[in-house]
T-cell receptor, first 116, second 116 residues
Framework: AQKITQTQPGMFVQEKEAVTLDCTYDTSDQSYGLFWYKQPSSGEMIFLIYQGSYDEQNATEGRYSLNFQKARKSANLVISASQLGDSAMYFCAMREWDTNAGKSTFGDGTTLTVKP | GAVVSQHPSWVICKSGTSVKIECRSLDFQATTMFWYRQFPKQSLMLMATSNEGSKATYEQGVEKDKFLINHASLTLSTLTVTSAHPEDSSFYIC????????????FGNGTRLTVT
């Protein structure tokens, strides 16, 4: 069973608007971390935001926030005030500490296109 | 911030030759390095996990004799694609991590390999 599910292969958003990228996960570990990475067309992977399984507050980093709903096992990324430079592929990832030797599992990604 | 340097960024080689890709953590000591392969518009596929001074752990289906990984120090891991064939053409990307499950992956910029 896939551990990270990103159900939106592609998303469009108007510049300056907010957009939510969905991510659901599956794990039996109590200790895990959820990460979002951005991959522009140039190929490099950029770390955006982290949410720990024990964190009670949603993580925020500038225009990025993570809507963490533990009971639903979802960790959606919210990008506020979209910019043209936000056009990229976005990956949700999970790192399980107890059972997976610290390896990260990635979703299939969502390609975000910001329209001017 | 943590920087991972990956070289070369692109390489073209003839079928049957070998290619070495280097991954260095420049300002931190990586407890673990990971090697991924990525096809266009797809997710990262983990090939192997590399720990300093020990043999790499390969994922199921990855030929260890074809994709040789050496982790000589806490800051350097190399991936050698031996006897490359056109089907090995892909984007290879390394990542390094230190610390617990709340530590993000730090990625190199990737290597685009084309085998002719």
């Amino acid at each position: 069973a896939q551990k990270i599910t990103q159900t939106q292969p592609g998303m469009f958003v108007q510049e300056k608007e907010a957009v939510t990228l969905d991510c659901t996960y599956d794990t039996s570990d109590q200790s895990y971390g959820l990460f979002w990475y951005k991959q522009p067309s140039s190929g490099e992977m950029i770390f955006l935001i982290y949410q720990g399984s024990y964190d009670e507050q949603n993580a925020t980093e500038g225009r990025y926030s993570l809507n963490f709903q533990k009971a639903r096992k979802s960790a959606n990324l919210v990008i506020s005030a979209s910019q043209l430079g936000d056009s990229a592929m976005y990956f949700c990832a999970m790192r399980e500490w107890d059972t997976n030797a610290g390896k990260s599992t990635f979703g299939d990604g969502t390609t975000l296109t910001v329209k001017p | 911030g943590a920087v991972v340097s990956q070289h070369p960024s692109w390489v073209i080689c003839k079928s049957g030759t070998s290619v070495k890709i280097e991954c260095r953590s420049l300002d931190f000591q990586a407890t673990t390095m990971f090697w991924y392969r990525q096809f266009p518009k797809q997710s990262l596929m983990l090939m192997a996990t590399s720990n300093e001074g020990s043999k790499a752990t390969y994922e199921q289906g990855v030929e260890k004799d074809k994709f040789l990984i050496n982790h000589a120090s806490l800051t350097l891991s190399t991936l050698t694609v031996t006897s490359a064939h056109p089907e090995d053409s892909s984007f290879y990307i390394c990542s390094a991590v230190w610390g617990a499950y709340n530590s993000p992956l730090h990625f190199g910029n990737g290597t685009r390999l084309t085998v002719t």
